[in-house]
């Protein structure tokens, strides 16, 4: 690997890569929550339900979209989204909670979604 190569980050939906998506986040919370004690000033945490987020925005081709966001999030269907990160991959069995489409003038017609999934450690 020479000095200046970095990682492409791509996503796949059910499986099958997302070749018209313009950019991906991910954003992952641990849910855990703080305990602390007054008498010894102890601090610790407990285990909480973490959640991983991830948001896309895909070009819209003519033919319609890549993946249908709408018919997704109006249906509230779960899909498996995974997110290669080096050897490994973070995965989730997900829900779009919010989605959309936009225009603007010298600029692609896009779709946006954002998903919602359990916090799963990259395998």
């Known amino acids: 690997m020479a000095f200046g190569d970095r990682l492409t980050l791509v996503c796949l939906i059910d499986g099958q890569i997302q070749a018209e998506i313009n950019n ?10 703080d305990v602390r004690t007054l008498l010894q000033g102890l601090v ?3 285990k909480g339900s973490g959640s ?10 003519l033919g319609g979209p890549e993946f249908d966001v709408f018919t997704a999030g109006a249906e509230g ?9 080096g050897k490994k991959s973070l995965i989730t069995n997900g829900w779009i909670t919010t ?3 936009s225009q603007s003038v010298d600029a692609n017609t896009e779709v946006t979604a954002t998903f919602r999934g359990p916090l ?4």
């Open 77 to 85: 269907s779960y899909h498996e989204l995974q997110i290669p990160i």
């Open 99 to 101: 989605f959309g489409a």
């Open 52 to 61: 991983l987020e991830i948001s896309g925005t895909w070009s819209l081709p």
């Open 44 to 46: 610790g945490k407990t």
């Open 120 to 123: 799963t450690k990259p395998e």
């Open 24 to 33: 991906v986040s991910v954003n992952g919370e641990s849910g855990a929550q």
